[in-house]
């Protein structure tokens, strides 16, 4: 079974770093694209950026662009999600999914992983 | 970039009913458009994709239609299970790939 999982809750404080992460396993991680989509508390989904791991291609929303920094290592099939300096404002659920082939549609989802940025 | 609306922000229906929820993109973005449903506390699920393609394990109740800029998901009769949220999404060319703002289906 195709299945995405992700790490566990964090608490940080403003200007701190994170990095959190999503394994795949059960599929070629290699071809297919993987995204990454946040769900602020009590909103909807924003589509934030997605990755080719096969050649590690990187597209990002303009909203994020530069905010966060999407990467992925083959070797162990896991994509990342990464902030230098965290605001309080990047509290949320951070969900990734991997695509169809083809990319764009996001078929199997991670748990999700709640990320909480406080003083 | 291609924004996506949808209507109405809360959709109420009785069990049984038909629900029809709405999706517009700010321009063509042919057939290329999702659905998802997000229950409070989970994941969301893919429900549709080609506009009109089940995914699999989707109830035959849930259909969608539509192509251009104008989309339709349809619950033919609304059942317990289906309080919801449903967020469209297109798929169009070159990301970013944007979901609509949700429609609540209680």
């Known amino acids: 079974e195709v299945q995405l999982v992700q790490s566990g809750a964090e608490v940080k404080k403003p200007g701190e770093s994170l990095k959190i992460s999503c394994k795949g396993s059960d599929y070629s991680f290699d071809d297919y694209w993987i995204g990454w989509v946040r769900q602020m508390p009590g909103k909807g989904l924003e589509w934030m950026g997605m990755i080719y791991p096969g050649d590690s291609d990187i597209r990002y929303s303009p909203s994020f662009e530069g905010q966060v920094t999407i990467a992925a290592d083959r070797s162990i099939t896991t994509a990342y999600l990464q902030w230098s300096s965290l605001k309080a404002s990047d509290t949320a659920m951070y969900y990734c999914a991997k695509c169809t082939r083809g990319g764009g549609v996001f078929e199997v989802w991670g748990q999700g992983t709640v990320v909480t940025v406080s003083s | 970039e291609v924004v996506m609306t949808q209507s109405p922000a809360t959709l109420s229906v009785s069990l049984g009913e038909r629900a029809t929820l709405s999706c517009r993109a700010s321009q063509s973005v042919g057939t290329n458009l999702a659905w998802y449903q997000q229950k409070p506390g989970q994941a969301p699920r893919l429900l549709m994709d080609?506009?009109?393609t089940r995914a699999t394990g989707v109830p035959a109740r849930f259909s969608g239609s539509g192509s251009g800029t104008a989309f339709t998901l349809t619950i033919s009769s609304v059942q317990s299970e289906d309080s919801a949220v449903y967020y469209c999404q297109h798929y169009y060319q070159w990301p970013p790939y944007p979901f609509g703002p949700g429609t609540k289906l209680e």
């Open positions: 080609g506009a009109s």
